[in-house]
């Protein structure tokens, strides 16, 4: 041993779990993520999207409110079920969809969803409305996977900055 002290730890990326049936939706929301250092798992429809967060801890989960086989709104009751029942802490959900109407968030909202992202977006929009939701679950002591929010480019900038989404920011600090 030199004397010199340990490298700092790293914390892993979270893994993101992409819920959207369409590909044209799912790719570029894939490129803006991957690029931002995350780890992304893509499924189809509301169904998979549960099975698959059932099997894994991912850090986030991006829903699509119009999926297959079990809306977003479904899927995400189902996923705050299953955590409810094995004592598990609350991996944050972003609702994605194309409709900006009042009711769809409350209906994202009152499923368990913790932020609302409409499309199409800007990629700020997206790293800022998932550094939000992991922001405000690390804070509370509840999140699946806490860490830093870095931009994982290496520019050392926030994913909370001036281009932050404002719904995302003010559900934030209203939870409890």
């Not at 992991?134 to 804070?139: F, G, K, Q, V, Y």
């Not at 999140?143 to 994913?159: E, F, K, S, Y």
């Amino acid at each position: 041993m030199n004397g010199s002290p340990p490298p700092p730890a790293t914390v892993a990326p979270p893994r993101v779990l992409l819920a959207d049936d369409s590909a044209v939706c799912q790719v570029p929301a894939e490129v803006v993520l991957r690029d931002a250092g995350y780890r992304v798992d893509r499924v189809r429809d509301g169904r998979t999207a549960f099975d698959a967060a059932a099997m894994v801890r991912y850090g986030v989960i991006l829903l699509e409110l119009a999926l297959p086989r079990a809306c977003g709104c479904e899927a995400a009751r189902r996923i705050r079920g299953w955590e409810e029942a094995h004592g598990l802490p609350r991996v944050p959900i972003v609702a994605v969809t194309r409709d900006r109407a009042r009711a769809d968030r409350e209906r994202a909202l009152a499923a368990g969803m913790d932020a609302f992202v409409t499309k199409p977006f800007r990629p700020g929009e997206l790293l800022a409305a998932i550094g939000v939701v992991l922001d405000a679950e690390c804070s509370a002591g509840q999140g699946a996977v806490c860490g830093p929010t870095q931009d994982r480019r290496g520019t050392g900038d926030t994913l909370l900055g001036p281009s932050a989404e404002p719904t995302a920011r003010r559900q934030a600090k209203e939870r409890p």
